[in-house]
RNA sequence: UGAGGCGUCGUCCAAUGGCAGGACUGCGGACUUUGGAUCCGCGUAUGAAGGUUCGAAUCCUUCCGCCUCAACCA
């Protein structure tokens, strides 16, 4: 936990960068806005403890945001399990519990305002109508004949709209943005619908609702959230966030929107509609099964939020797609439960194991609950004698080789007791084995043993009955998601239980909601609903790593290698972007002339022509910095190299950098008076902030050093610096040579002639 | 086919022009009254090609692959 707030991810790049440049004045403010209608689930865990976590680390604050603008499919009993869910997290959400429908009023005011300024308008046409219209992904949509209404009109309607004197269908409420907008999201969306129904908290004082584009950047700017963090599928939805930010605010903070890749987890399926379904369909016994990926069914199960805080931490943050190997979680909890289990004794599968020579009446054993750890302390009785009960799987009458438990003349250790050794094996009519006779050896109870194995083991008759649920994944496959019905790679075994199993009797009353070991068999928790005052219900939350069934069990294939790339085969004639270049062209004589133009100058190569003639405006730029002193060859390659790096989606005609000062500056950084490092750091500031190349060269000291002494010295401070990475360059490794360079050239700022500093730094390594 | 996003060990995440690193898994070993835990060791991964640079996972170009988007859901 400590290291989450170390490990940094694009997030925390994000919000530094924002406090470093001002972007943000006050408290880091982030949000959890689920909808109520349904668990939350291990996805959401992780999206919790992001979104808590960033406003920790940045001592902001988090707010808990039920986003209830669809009162048809949410009800007020989800509420509460939610919040229980993200407070059993830890996420503390101190005074800021909101509800969307809080701001109803306030967005149906920016709606208006929208209206009165010609930015919305209402549509009455069919729901059929208005999807046709929308267009396709290639297909520009076609404007509704509603879209020209008047602002008055459009008042009028939204205000019966808000009165209740449409049916539900009736009109919406749409932006007025672009219906030719190559993101279809922005071809006028709907703003509200009608919907006479019930809110869980509002009731009936609307029977407009918002939608979500609408509602969810009004609900952020509202409560002053400044890092609005979402999923990758709303990456669209950007840009039409950021357009009602625009055109509702101003906003301080005004909030950005910024989206990472949701949990996927391999043997499991995350969406919402399975998870409903297989529970609805009773597939699982609710949404708290313990085989539910979901926060309830973890927690029944014996999972804990550090558990969860760790395999979140352990996973990190970013935009890649990915699905996380179910083996990180399960590192996750049985790490964490490892720390906080006491060891106890139980048998899943017993058989009856007699010592011959135990003559005696029963003792009682005294054992440590912590037998690693003593200093923890606490140890109960355990009764032992004659007849015991252990583990069938624990007997072999026909060994593999490294077998290291019972089997006919072996010895074993009795765990916290003596060693035995195997005698007789007693067989029932079936063959199958009844009973193990062994004897004891009286000197063993304290002596080490070397190279026997130990297995656990309960009293034969004051061992006590218990109700054992053994857990395992829900589904056979990886990737549940992939199969055609996921239904169909459900894990028949999911749930099974241990009729036979017999528990040590200080586990009688084991208290509801307990996390214990039972040796060599797991990490089991005393389910807080089923059990009873002496009668706890035990859930198996994890077994325990098991090499030696590793080892043993055919190897599971797991999941496949990656296939070996096959190169790449230009097979498909797609279109290409020269391809559209040169249609571009095709389409433009204009173009055309230009390119034949460029593509006739020396130094200029082919590929250089064809990209600087991509458009009329960037040939225009190329012009004017040759015009003015830039040589042709040069300027192309700063300007399609590097400045089309630097100006990012800007386009060159709005950089402060002007094209005629380029052209000095190409002119200037092949003059030879500044290296190919400083000609670039040149650069950088001349895109920043507008000025004259020779003026900035000399300000930012970028001359280029060719006086060998000054090399030297150079060279000698990196040597002495790196006195360990020299005796590897000098003991063979030779690579360091690029690490060595680097080092010397920093050293000098970047300034250094790279050849003369080579040269020197050669010599000097000998 | 329009728009947006993403490609680094088997898996997840780093490296912000300068030694491709950590964790998980796996495999070895040590230790062990849990075949657990603990400790030690083991790495041929930058999707491909071309370019810029003294130096490229990183910048430019082209190609390839994967994901998301056209609900009066969120």
């Not at 830890?90 to 509800?99: I, M, Q, S, V």
């Not at 004259?692 to 000054?710: F, S, Y």
């Not at 080092?743 to 500093?757: I, Y």
Request: proline share 8%; hydrophobic share 40%; net charge negative.
């Amino acid at each position: 936990m400590a290291d989450s707030a170390k490990t940094s991810n694009f997030l925390t790049d994000i919000v530094d960068a924002d406090l470093a440049a001002g972007r943000v004045r006050g408290p880091i403010v982030t949000r959890f806005p689920p909808e109520p209608n349904g668990f939350l689930h291990i996805g959401h865990a992780k999206s919790i403890l992001l979104n808590f976590g960033l406003a920790a680390r940045y001592g902001g604050r988090a707010h808990l945001r039920f986003d209830d603008t669809n009162p048809t499919t949410e009800e007020t009993e989800y509420v509460e399990s939610i919040e229980n869910d993200v407070r059993w997290l830890g996420g503390d959400w101190g005074e800021h519990l909101h509800f969307a429908s809080d701001y109803f009023g306030k967005m149906y005011e920016c709606a208006e305002r929208l209206v009165v300024e010609g930015k919305a308008y209402v549509d009455t046409q069919s729901q059929e109508a208005i999807r046709e219209q929308r267009g396709s992904f290639e297909r520009p949509g076609a404007a509704s004949p509603h879209r020209d209404r008047t602002p008055s009109e459009n008042l009028d309607l939204l205000r019966r709209m808000r009165k209740g004197e449409f049916p539900d269908g009736a009109a919406v409420l749409r932006a007025r943005i672009d219906m030719a907008h190559p993101n279809v999201l922005m071809r006028d969306p709907l703003l509200y619908r009608i919907r006479h129904a019930s809110h869980h908290r509002t009731g009936d004082a609307w029977c407009i609702y918002p939608m979500y584009d609408w509602a969810h950047p009004l609900e952020d700017a509202v409560e002053g959230v400044t890092h609005s963090i979402c999923t990758l599928e709303f990456e669209s939805n950007r840009e039409l966030y950021d357009w009602v930010l625009d055109n509702t605010g101003p906003w301080d903070p005004r909030p950005r929107q910024y989206e990472f890749a949701r949990l996927a987890l391999g043997y499991t399926v995350m969406s919402k509609r399975k998870l409903l379904q297989v529970v609805n369909e009773k597939r699982v016994s609710g949404w708290d099964d313990p085989r539910m990926p979901t926060i309830a069914g973890m927690r029944r199960r014996g999972v804990t939020p550090d558990a969860l805080r760790d395999f979140a931490d352990l996973i990190g943050v970013a935009k890649n797609n990915s699905v996380v190997d179910i083996g990180k979680f399960e590192f996750c909890v049985r790490g964490d439960l490892e720390r906080r289990s006491p060891r106890a004794l139980g048998v899943l599968d017993p058989v009856r194991l007699t010592l011959v020579n135990w003559t005696g009446p029963d003792e009682e054993l005294d054992l440590p609950w912590w037998p690693a750890e003593p200093d923890r302390g606490g140890s109960r009785k355990v009764p032992f004698g004659r007849d015991l009960l252990v583990e069938r799987d624990d007997f072999s009458a026909e060994p593999p080789p490294d077998w290291k438990r019972l089997a006919p003349g072996r010895e074993v250790r009795l765990a916290g007791a003596w060693v035995v050794r195997c005698d007789e094996v007693v067989r029932g009519p079936g063959g199958e084995v009844e009973e193990i006779r062994c004897t004891f050896d009286p000197a063993s109870r304290d002596a080490t043993r070397r190279g026997i194995g130990t297995i656990h083991w309960v009293h034969g008759s004051r061992s006590i009955p218990a109700e054992v649920r053994l857990y395992d994944r829900l589904f056979t496959v990886e990737q549940p998601d992939a199969e055609g019905n996921f239904l169909d790679v459900m894990n028949p075994a999911s749930l099974s239980s241990a009729p036979g199993a017999r528990l040590e009797p200080a586990l009688h009353d084991a208290a509801p909601g307990t996390h214990w070991q039972f040796l060599r068999e797991g990490y089991f928790f005393v389910d807080p609903v089923d059990s009873r005052p002496g009668a706890p219900v035990w859930n198996r939350t994890m077994t325990l790593k098991d090499t030696w069934a590793a080892r043993a069990a055919p190897a599971d294939p797991g999941r496949p290698a990656r296939p070996a790339r096959e190169p790449a085969v230009p097979s498909t004639p797609r279109r290409s972007q020269g391809d559209v270049r040169a249609e571009q062209r095709a389409a433009d004589p204009g173009l055309v002339a230009i390119h034949a133009r460029l593509a006739a100058i020396p130094g200029v190569s082919p590929d250089q022509a064809d990209l600087l003639a991509a458009d009329a405006a960037t040939a225009a730029w190329f012009d004017s910095a040759v015009a003015a002193g830039g040589p042709p060859g040069p300027t192309a390659r700063w300007l399609l190299n590097e400045l089309l790096g630097l100006a990012g989606d800007h386009p060159l005609d709005s950089l402060p950098l002007a094209a005629g000062a380029f052209g000095r500056f190409v002119s200037l950084a092949e003059s030879g008076r500044t290296t190919g490092a400083g000609a670039k750091a040149l650069l950088q500031s001349l895109v920043e902030r507008p000025g004259d190349p020779a003026d900035r060269l000399a300000e930012l000291g970028l001359e280029k050093v060719d006086d060998r002494a000054a090399v030297e010295g150079a060279v000698a401070r990196v040597l002495g610096a790196q006195a360990a990475e020299v005796a590897r360059y000098r003991s063979g490794e030779k690579k360091l040579l690029g690490f060595l360079l680097g080092a010397a050239m920093r050293e000098t700022q970047g300034k250094a002639d790279p050849a003369l500093l080579r040269k020197v730094l050669q010599e000097a390594l000998g």
